[in-house]
């Protein structure tokens, strides 16, 4: 593209007018970019927010504008949010193990919990904390669910990768629960 401004000034530019987040292929293209170009542009923009009042967030190849997670409690007294509506045990920790091991079913889920996490799993899905994201390929097709870009912005995330790790039991579980869904174990969902 022939302009005189600097590719991360025009994706800057872009993300800031985007009402969703945005491909790094449609910027690219949008631009006359290839891809390597405007990831190099957006790690940029990345080390100049962090000190500033937005940062760039990002899932997967997604990308987009928001303000710093810090700042939120100044921006709900500013925009009057009533930010009442906190999540139970329950849901964080559903919310928890999908965010870990997405995309995951529901059988895997309720196969580290334990309990049965329809109601959760509704609440999650009303709240935009959590997507259907596909069916996985057994006999039952069960539901996979995955967190969508909602789940980073309403944790201040820039991207899955900030999530903690994992103590080594913990994902051990984890990837149990989830292998023995897959190979004949709790795998019926009615959709």
């Known amino acids: 593209m022939d302009n005189a401004l600097p590719l991360k000034v025009l994706i800057e530019s872009l993300l800031f007018v985007a009402e969703?987040?945005?491909t790094v292929a449609t910027l690219a293209k949008t631009l006359e970019a290839n891809v390597e170009q405007v990831e190099t542009a957006?790690?940029?923009?990345?080390?100049?927010?962090?000190?500033?009042?937005i940062r760039l967030q990002r899932w997967r190849d997604r990308v987009q504008l928001v303000s710093a997670p810090e700042a939120a409690p100044f921006i709900e007294k500013f925009l009057g949010v009533n930010t009442s509506g906190h999540l139970s045990a329950a849901?964080?920790?559903?919310?928890?193990?999908?965010?870990?091991?997405?995309p995951i079913?529901?059988?895997?889920?309720?196969?580290?919990?334990?309990v049965n996490c329809?109601?959760?799993?509704?609440?999650?899905?009303?709240?935009?904390?959590?997507?259907?994201?596909?069916?996985?390929d057994t006999a039952a097709r069960p539901i996979l669910y995955a967190t969508p870009f909602e789940f980073l912005q309403n944790f201040g995330l820039q991207s899955t990768d900030e999530l903690p790790p994992l103590e080594p039991v913990v994902e051990?579980?984890?990837a149990n629960a989830v292998e023995m869904t897959k190979d004949g174990g709790r795998t019926t969902e009615d959709g």
């Open 20 to 22: 969703s987040p945005v």
């Open 42 to 53: 957006l790690d940029e923009l990345k080390h100049e927010y962090a000190t500033r009042g």
């Open 91 to 102: 849901a964080l920790e559903t919310l928890a193990i999908i965010a870990y091991r997405q």
């Open 105 to 114: 079913t529901r059988p895997a889920i309720e196969a580290v919990r334990g």
């Open 118 to 136: 329809d109601g959760v799993i509704q609440t999650l899905l009303a709240r935009g904390l959590i997507q259907e994201v596909g069916r996985q």
């Open 172 to 174: 051990t579980t984890l």
